[in-house]
Every structure is written in C-alpha cells, then in structure tokens.
C-alpha cells in the first residue's frame, strides 16, 4: 500500500528534471527589482528580483558577474538573462543569472553592440591603420566642456608635466541630444590649427551621459581625422566607441593629458643619459685614435723616414745598371749581326751567285724535259685515255668503249670492238 508514495526528494528531483528539460525554462529574460542583495566573499551575489507581485531568488556566479560594469544594489531596476532550475536543498525554484543589466540602458547597450559590430567590420578599429602619437608635441588641441574637471585636470597635468606645449580648447557640449553633432564639428573645427595631437573626451558620469561618444557621427569624425585622437572619456573602465576609434586611448581625461606630452623630468634625465653617452664616446673615440697615433709615430717609417729614400735609391741603381747592360749587349748583338751580313759570301760576290742559281734552273728544266710525257709522244710513242682518265692496261678498257688517243700533232677518237 505504501508503494504509491514517493519521497520529498524524489518529488524535488522529478520536478527539477521536468524544468532542467524545458526549452522555454533554459534561457529566461526577466526585469524587476534587486532585494535583499549579497556579494559573497568568492565573488557571487545572492538576491532577490521582485516586482509588484512575485519574487524570485536568483544567483549570479563570479565567472558571470566579472563581466558587468556596476555594483547592484537594493532598490535598483534590472534586466537579466539566465536559466530557471531548482535548488533540490530547499525545494525552490530560482534563476541562475549569467548576465545582468540596469533597467532604462538595455536599449542603449544593444544600439552600442550593433555599432561596434559594424564599425569593427569597416575596419574602423584596425590597429594597422592608427596614427602614432608624436612623443614631443608643440600644440594639443582639446574637444571637451570648457567647464568641469575634465578640462581643469588636462590643463594641470600638461603644464606641469610639459609646459612647453600650446594647449588648444575647442569648447563643445559633451552630453544631450545636440553633443554628438556639436563634437564632430569641434574636431572638424581642429584640423584647421595645426595640432600635433588631439584629446577628445570627458569625464564620467552614465552610460546616457556618455552616449555622445557612442553615436556613428563622432566615431567617423574621429578616424576621418587626419591628426592623432587620443579618446579620453569617463573613467577607466567605461568603454565607448569612440575609444575603438581612436588612435589611442586614455582610462580618464588625465591619463589623455599623461599620453599626449612627456615629462620633462624624463625629457631631462633622457638628454643628461644622452650627454653622458656622447661624453664617453667622445673619450672612447679620442682615447682609440691616440693609440693609433702612438701606433703609427712609433713604426719604423716614421722614426727613420730615410730608409725609404735609401732603398728606392737602390732599387734605382739596379735598375739602372740592367738598363745599361741590356742597352750594351743589344748593341753588341746587333754589330755582331752587320758584321756578319756586311763579310758575307753573297755581298762579296753577287754574281757568282747567280751563276750558280742558273745551272741549277737549267739543270732541273732538264730533268722536267726528261720526265715530260711530251717527249715521249715525239719519239712515236701515243698516249690513250678514256673519259680523261689515262690507260696504263688494256684490262681498263671494254668493248664499245670509246677511247681518245693522243699523238705529238693530234689526238683522234676511236671504238673498241
């Protein structure tokens, strides 16, 4: 009989699965008020969000509430997204919040989000195309209230930090609906001045106060300006688009005035390491060039110079004396050689000479007569040839074979039978 009764916690469980499995439970968008609100020490906070006639607990871990940029508190209306399950211990349901905004600026961070993402598309956010800030700027124009802290803290901190800089104000309204088109005519209005660099911002306040500086208007103003932007708005860890944009940004309108100039403490210390460095190097390089001055006065050249006159002397001299053999023994050659042309069997006696080259001509016309082919034809004998080819034996002949026969007077052409 007991069978059909179940326990407290298989009641709890059974009503946890069917919530845990509920599509429409595992992502839940509620807004009410923050009661009975507690920060652990490990960094969650336990609540309550009510409204007029319901409340709900709710928990939001330390890995979920790292990423919200304000303090809840009592009494404050909020927008928050998370999953609704049960707490098995006490049988209540609550909703585990993984992300949590105030009331009144869900709208505008969901404008911020589109703009950001479209911007950062257009390359709007590149890091490759940022302008470098110059380290020793003359002038720094300044787009700001002309009333406030913000302008008061960049004055202060340039003149102390570098009072050689020109500090330009360009006075603009810095939150409502006129700031954003106000802004972007100020920065406009500073290209015209021949700025080094220049601060766009301002102090803190809300996210409305500072949505100026998140309007498309001021963000295109800033990349299309062709002098360095530092963005300097709110406090350090307010983010806005316009510090996307620009070429660098500062935490607050102080740290701006910090980036913008030097110290001229570090500019000093920086100029005294440099004359220092060049002092030394100035005695480095005359203590190095003494030692090669020593080096050099110290050779042998320097300390008798008058051995390079005595060798080349004597190089000179042996030069010389080949000079004159050469010239003698040439000579000598050459008189050797007339002598021998000039006493010569042929100068002597030319014609004996000649004599004596004509019997030999005539002795070899002789021979050639003797060894002509044509003496032997006048003596009877004939010489045959076929196709111009002379015959030694009748094995190169055949019959119809047509053969020339040539004799002393003639030649005639006769058939082979």
């Known amino acids: 009989m007991n069978d059909k009764y179940i326990t407290v916690t298989q009641l709890t469980k059974y009503i946890k699965y069917k919530i845990d499995n509920d599509i429409h439970l595992n992502e839940v968008f509620l807004k009410g008020e923050i009661s009975n609100f507690k920060a652990h020490s490990r960094g969650h906070y336990y609540f309550t969000l009510k409204d007029e006639g319901s409340r709900i607990n709710a928990i939001m871990f330390a890995s979920s509430t790292r990423n919200i940029k304000f303090i809840p508190q009592d009494g404050m209306k909020v927008l928050v997204t998370g999953k609704i399950s049960v707490f098995e211990a006490n049988g209540g349901y609550q909703i585990y919040v ?24 257009e390359g709007l956010f590149d890091q490759s195309k ?17 009333t406030g802290a913000a302008i008061k803290d960049i004055i202060s901190t340039i003149k102390r930090r570098w009072p050689l800089a020109e500090i330009l104000l360009f006075p603009s309204l810095v939150q409502g609906e006129d700031a954003a088109a106000d802004i972007v005519k100020q920065i ?34 800033i990349y299309d300006c062709k002098t360095p932007v530092i963005s300097a708005v709110g406090h350090e860890i307010d983010f806005t688009i316009a510090d996307f944009v620009a070429d660098l940004r500062a935490p607050t309108p102080t740290g701006a005035a910090e980036l913008a100039v030097p110290a001229i403490s570090d500019v000093t210390n920086y100029l005294n390491q440099l004359k220092i460095r060049l002092n030394k190097s100035i005695q480095n390089k005359i203590v190095i060039n003494r030692q090669k001055l020593k080096e050099l006065t110290s ?9 390079i006159y005595q060798t080349k002397e004597m190089l000179f001299d042996s030069l010389l004396d080949r000079l004159k053999y050469a010239t003698t023994n040439l000579v000598t050659i050459k008189e050797k050689k007339y002598l021998e042309i000039k006493n010569s069997y042929i100068l002597k006696n030319p014609y004996q000479l000649l004599d004596k080259k004509s019997n030999k001509y005539l002795q070899l016309i ?19 040839k076929v196709n111009n080819k002379v015959i030694t034996s009748s094995k190169e002949i055949k019959k119809k074979d047509v053969i020339e026969v040539e004799f002393t007077d003639g030649t005639i052409n006769a058939e082979v039978l």
């Open 130 to 146: 940022k302008k470098p800030i110059p380290k020793i700027p003359t002038r720094v124009g300044v787009v700001t209230a002309p």
């Open 98 to 121: 993984n992300d949590m905004l105030e009331d009144g600026v869900g709208n505008l961070y969901i404008a911020y989000e589109q703009l950001k993402k479209k911007l950062e598309a």
């Open 299 to 307: 050779r042998y050249i320097f300390t008798n110079p008058i051995s």
């Open 366 to 384: 002789s021979k050639l007569e003797t060894l002509s082919p044509l003496l032997t034809l006048k003596r009877g004998y004939t010489m045959t």
């Open 188 to 221: 406009k209005l500073s290209e015209n001045y021949e700025i080094d660099t220049l601060i766009v911002g301002r102090g803190g306040g809300s996210i409305e106060d500072l949505w100026p500086f998140n309007e498309e208007i001021v963000a295109r103003a």
